[in-house]
């Protein structure tokens, strides 16, 4: 593990002892230089983060779906609104340390107003995520894996609409 990523997740570490934080109306992350982000948690997109579980829940029997999982990237730690990963990639992330290192299988962002997914999108990636997805306001899902896909590749025959 390297330095940088060592200092990410004792500063990950902090906040989440910080008693102020607790209970906010917000889902939190950080920036590269360590400075919270919050953002509003709405009813629609926490309807829209369900429906996705279980989406992802009826199409999958190895592993499973979280939501608000934190993943120290070299942007900061993030946390995708949902992510899947399967039983032997929980075990990796779990050495990694918390946050993890390395990213679930699928990460997906529940679009809103506060998004920037396309920043988030390549972070993922480039911390090992297969897939990462897009849900809209539209509740359409929209997948990538460098480039836009038609579909996923990971989870067959997954609706391109909730």
């Known amino acids: 593990m390297t330095r940088s990523a060592e200092k990410r997740q004792k500063r990950w570490e902090k906040l989440c002892r910080d008693p102020s934080l607790n ?33 992802l829940d009826d199409h999958l029997s190895e592993g499973e779906s979280y939501s608000s999982f934190a993943i120290a990237t070299p942007g900061g730690t993030k946390v995708p609104d949902v992510v899947w990963a399967s039983d032997g990639r929980l075990d990796e992330m779990q050495k990694t340390g918390d946050p993890t290192m390395l990213a679930p299988e699928i990460c997906i962002e529940v679009m809103s107003d506060f998004s920037d997914w396309e920043e988030k999108r390549h972070l993922y990636l480039e911390a090992g995520a297969e897939e990462v997805w897009v849900v809209t306001e539209e509740n359409e899902v929209r997948f990538f894996a460098g480039e836009e896909m038609e579909e996923s590749s990971v989870v067959e025959e997954f609706p391109s609409e909730l």
């Open 23 to 55: 209970g906010l109306p917000y889902k939190t992350e950080t920036n590269r230089r360590g400075q919270l982000i919050l953002t509003p948690i709405s009813v629609s997109r926490s309807m829209r983060m369900s429906s996705v579980m279980r989406a």
